[in-house]
Nanobody, 115 residues
Framework: QVQLVESGGGLVQPGGSLRLSCAVSGSIFSIIAMGWYRQAPGKEREVVAGITSGGSTYYGDSVKGRFTISRDNAKKTVYLQMNSLKPEDTAIYYC?????????WGPGTQVTVSS
């Protein structure tokens, strides 16, 4: 059974940085496209970024130029480097397969951007 475990969230001031990690177990990680999603209070979950098995990347318009997605197939881990964080980036961040999300959702990791 596939399990997704996100980590690395926290409280950060506007303009700060965080690096999120997502460990994936129980899947053929190296051949699947993975993505990061987020859900803010009162809003629907949205795609933040995606990365294919070959390393091609995709970003939502609101995070382009600030966030970077990467993956380590040997470690079955996908990362999200978030720079120049804004209060509107506050949300619970999740990882899953990239469009569509195919696995059961993990617990997510809370990111709060506030002064």
């Amino acid at each position: 059974q596939v399990q997704l475990v996100e980590s690395g969230g926290g409280l950060v001031q506007p303009g700060g940085s965080l690096r999120l990690s997502c460990a994936v177990s129980g899947s053929i990680f190296s051949i699947i496209a993975m993505g990061w999603y987020r859900q803010a209070p009162g809003k629907e979950r949205e795609v933040v970024a995606g990365i294919t098995s070959g390393g091609s990347t995709y970003y939502g318009d609101s995070v382009k130029g600030r966030f970077t997605i990467s993956r380590d197939n040997a470690k079955k881990t996908v990362y999200l480097q978030m720079n120049s964080l804004k209060p509107e980036d506050t949300a619970i961040y999740y990882c899953n397969t990239y469009r569509p999300s195919s696995y059961p959702w993990g617990p997510g990791t809370q990111v709060t951007v506030s002064s």
